[in-house]
T-cell receptor, first 116, second 113 residues
Framework: ETGVTQSPTHLIKTRGQQVTLRCSSQSGHNTVSWYQQALGQGPQFIFQYYREEENGRGNFPPRFSGLQFPNYSSELNVNALELDDSALYLC???????????????FGEGSRLTVL | GDSVTQMEGPVTLSEEAFLTINCTYTATGYPSLFWYVQYPGEGLQLLLKATKADDKGSNKGFEATYRKETTSFHLEKGSVQVSDSAVYFCARGQSGGSYIPTFGRGTSLIVHP
């Protein structure tokens, strides 16, 4: 148990729709990172939020957007869904610059998105 | 750019066999290095880490040594168990201390009784 919870665990959408995924970070963590993991692949970095501001972004189009709230929970929003967006979306929290080894992440179990 | 390369799987072993999963990285500077494990149907869990050259990370019988000269961080275990069957991901923090790790593609390990 990492203390990171994600919802929903599974969802099915159709092309063109929009989706919001949610993540509650571990207590004491102020940084949340989102990753996309396609089947059989490693996690690909989408973006990171540190103290409610975006702190880095991977190679994903603008239709992938996010938010971090004052309690450090976070949302990932994807607009205009495409078939290739089908994947496991992982949220990970960390202490950011306030402690812990750089890059040490605590992952949730993920939200599996299927786009039909 | 910075990247992580892992050996392709699946790696199939009998119980009590010796395990090595190779991982090499490219980077400027000295990033932290990690191994994460993903059991079926679960999210990733940190297995072990090393933050500087020659450090050895260890946990649950697994070990990996940070080799700056060969830019490697190979994962080893002397005697695997069926319960070690999972996907193993090598990861590195970005140079300059950025807290955004880059992951390899993962190596599936299957251990037979």
């Amino acid at each position: 148990e990492t203390g990171v919870t994600q919802s929903p665990t599974h969802l099915i959408k159709t092309r063109g729709q929009q989706v919001t995924l949610r993540c509650s970070s571990q207590s004491g963590h102020n940084t949340v990172s989102w990753y996309q993991q396609a089947l059989g692949q490693g996690p690909q970095f989408i973006f990171q939020y540190y103290r409610e501001e975006e702190n880095g972004r991977g190679n994903f189009p603008p239709r992938f957007s996010g938010l971090q709230f004052p309690n450090y929970s976070s949302e990932l929003n994807v607009n205009a869904l495409e078939l290739d967006d089908s994947a496991l979306y992982l949220c990970a929290s960390s202490r950011g610059t306030s402690g812990g080894a750089p890059g040490e992440l605590f992952f949730g179990e993920g939200s599996r998105l299927t786009v039909l | 750019g910075d990247s992580v390369t892992q050996m392709e799987g699946p790696v199939t072993l009998s119980e009590e066999a010796f395990l090595t999963i190779n991982c090499t990285y490219t980077a400027t500077g000295y990033p932290s290095l990690f191994w994460y494990v993903q059991y079926p149907g679960e999210g990733l869990q940190l297995l072990l880490k090393a933050t500087k050259a020659d450090d050895k990370g260890s946990n649950k019988g697994f070990e990996a040594t940070y080799r700056k000269e060969t830019t490697s961080f190979h994962l080893e275990k002397g005697s695997v168990q069926v319960s070690d069957s999972a996907v193993y991901f090598c990861a590195r923090g970005q140079s300059g201390g950025s807290y955004i790790p880059t992951f390899g593609r993962g190596t599936s390990l299957i251990v037979h009784p």
